[in-house]
């Protein structure tokens, strides 16, 4: 089978509505896990004459892992729209599959 805008070989898409579920759950998670962390590094430890600089360092990771928790959480929030998506157009391409197969049995 060819495809008819390029001549070349078809190809198929197939979107596992549950796989972007399960793979927006572990990017939750993970989101979850990093905010979790963040406030932990803000901290002072006890290193000598360095204490400043290692504090400073350990707010700006801080920061950082704050802000990657807030992009994953994003990218969670996409893979489930994602899916969603994924899931209602499968639903009307069902449905208007069986309407054309209900209008040709007439």
């Known amino acids: 089978m060819s495809s008819p805008s390029t001549g070349g070989p078809a190809t198929t898409l197939q979107v596992d509505p549950a796989a972007l579920e399960s793979a927006a759950g572990v990017l939750e998670t ?9 406030p932990g590094l803000r901290t002072k430890p006890d290193a000598g004459v360095s204490t400043d600089e290692v ?34 157009t499968d639903q009307a391409s069902a449905a208007s599959s069986q309407q054309r197969a209900g209008g040709l049995a007439r």
Request: proline share 0%; no cysteine.
């Open 30 to 38: 993970a989101g979850s896990d990093l905010a979790d962390a963040a």
């Open 55 to 88: 504090g400073t360092a350990l707010a700006s990771l801080a920061e950082v892992v704050a802000a990657v928790a807030e992009e994953v959480a994003s990218m969670a929030e996409s893979v489930r729209t994602t899916a969603a998506d994924v899931r209602a």
